[in-house]
């Protein structure tokens, strides 16, 4: 079993920076074999992809709505991965969720195996 905890979360001003940390864990979990990805869900809306990174970090890919604003990061000795949301939009208030993959990572939330319990983020206007 996999658990994932996300921590970072919550409430920042318009313009401002917050970052998201997921730390992953169990008796079978290795960094090594999961893509990693985070994903939101605003109040009264479906869930959405936000970003993806792969095994080993050497590869990302984002929504139109994170790029040129947030990065998704790895360090692997820590079995952590991060969200850096830099230019905050009211409209990124949501709760947001890590989630990891056996395979290799993506858009598409049933791809994902296991998936923490979610932070809230609030950006106020």
């Known amino acids: 079993q996999v658990q994932l905890v996300e921590s970072g979360g919550g409430l920042v001003q318009a313009g401002g920076s917050l970052r998201l940390s997921c730390a992953a864990s169990?008796?079978?979990?290795?960094?090594?074999?999961?893509?990693m990805g985070w994903f939101r869900q605003a109040p009264g809306k479906e869930r959405e992809f936000v970003a993806t990174i792969n095994w080993s970090g050497t590869s990302t890919y984002y929504a139109d709505s994170a790029k040129g604003r947030f990065t998704i990061s790895r360090d692997n000795t820590k079995n952590t991965v991060y969200l850096q949301m830099n230019s905050l939009k009211p409209e990124d208030t949501a709760v947001y969720y890590c989630?990891?993959?056996?395979?290799?990572?993506?858009?598409?939330?049933?791809?994902?195996?296991?998936w923490g319990q979610g932070t809230q983020v609030t950006v106020s206007s």
């Open positions: 169990g008796r079978t979990f290795s960094s090594y074999l999961y893509a």
């Open positions: 989630a990891a993959d056996r395979g290799g990572g993506g858009s598409v939330i049933k791809d994902y195996d296991y």
